[in-house]
């Protein structure tokens, strides 16, 4: 169910991918204990991404609806083909399962090690379980995951045999020294295939325009050079609905630490590599 990257109707150009969004409905169900989403539907974000040259978004599985991807999977059928996914599973989640999420769009599950209703239970042994039907179908394993984990992740990563991507910088935070292990195991990810998302920059203790990021995020493209990704978070669930970051903020600190050639070469080029693939057995 690929497709050739084409321009978007009425926004001539625009082929750019925002790596990092999340769609919500407010009539679906949530988790208990964790924050209730305002409605958040697909149009919304791409008309703001289509905006700014846009056009392929990287829908991810927001913790609040866990193993649930009905919200996710209606917006991927919407878009017939356009958009990719990556889900949440069941570490027993069978292959028809497997099959119909990727037929929908998805190309990955993820891990959240972070949010209060993140991942229950040793995320290894689940990954362990996953791992072969994950390769194959091309998925990769996405992480959302502190500095302090990336050593023992890219000891997974090696043990899997499955690539992973990191959410938000890797957790590579503004506060971290230079000479913090976790640079050391961020480029162990790197060199073993891991890719890497240039996002959730109010997650990363800088404040915005996030210049005290800038090092950081050039470090890390250093590192992973074309398995770079960028994405905007939208719609920002660390803010209030009335206070939500502007689209082109999140993207600010990427061109101003890379330059501006190089940030549209991240957005037009390197996501197609890991998003567009079919590999249904």
Known sequence: MSEALSPTPGM??????????????????????HYRPAHRPLADIEALAGAHGVRHLVLVQPSVYGCDNGVMLRALREASGRHRGVAVVEADVGDAA??????????GIRFNLVSPVGHQGDAGDALR??????????????WYARAADLARLAVLQDEAGVPFV???????????????PAWRAAAALAAGGAWIKLSGWYRLQAVAPYAALEPAIAR???LFGTRTLWGSDWPHTSFSPEALPAYESTLAPVRRALGDAAAARLLRDHAPARYMQDCLP
Not at 131 to 140: S, T
Not at 166 to 180: I, K, R, S, W
């Open 166 to 180: 990191l959410d938000h910088l890797a957790g590579l935070h503004a506060a971290l020294p230079a000479t913090d």
């Open 220 to 222: 890390a493209a250093e």
């Open 129 to 142: 379980a996953l791992a072969p039907r994950l390769r194959v179908r091309g998925w990769h394993v996405q």
């Open 98 to 107: 497997l099959d119909e999420l990727h037929a929908a769009g998805v190309r």
């Open 12 to 33: 001539p150009g625009a082929t750019g991918w925002d790596c990092h969004v999340h769609v919500f409905d407010a009539a679906a169900p949530v988790q208990p204990g």
